[in-house]
């Protein structure tokens, strides 16, 4: 069984920062390549940023070199880095992860999704 819980979301004003994690649990190896998305209700989910297992990054265009993504591979962690705020970055915001699990297979595993609210 494999969970993955973020956490680290909340109110903040424009400009503001904060800064998400999407830690793995249960029967795990380690994380391979994860994703951050996001989703404003009525809207389709968004991909916000991703890392591989190789440490490349990428990022959707709204948030280049505002947002970065980062990994902790002995805390099994995710974690997203989000500075210099603005109103369109609220969304909900859920971390995808493919998990290397003890029994040597790959799954891909979602979160429960953070909410981020960015209001004066």
């Known amino acids: 069984q494999v969970q993955l819980v973020e956490s680290g979301g909340g109110l903040v004003q424009p400009g503001g920062s904060l800064r998400l994690s999407c830690a793995a649990s249960?029967?795990?190896?380690?994380?391979?390549?994860a994703t951050w998305y996001r989703q404003v209700p009525g809207k389709q989910r968004e991909l916000v940023a991703y890392i591989t297992s190789s440490n490349s990054t990428n990022y959707a265009d709204s948030v280049k070199g505002r947002f970065t993504i980062s990994r902790d591979n002995a805390k099994n962690t995710v974690y997203l880095q989000m500075n210099s705020l603005k109103p369109e970055d609220t969304a909900v915001y859920y971390c995808?992860?493919?998990?290397?699990?003890?029994?040597?297979?790959?799954?891909?595993?979602w979160g429960q999704g953070t909410q981020v609210t960015v209001s004066s």
């Open positions: 995808n992860a493919v998990v290397l699990e003890l029994s040597g297979y790959k799954y891909s595993y």
């Open positions: 249960g029967s795990i190896r380690s994380i391979n390549a």
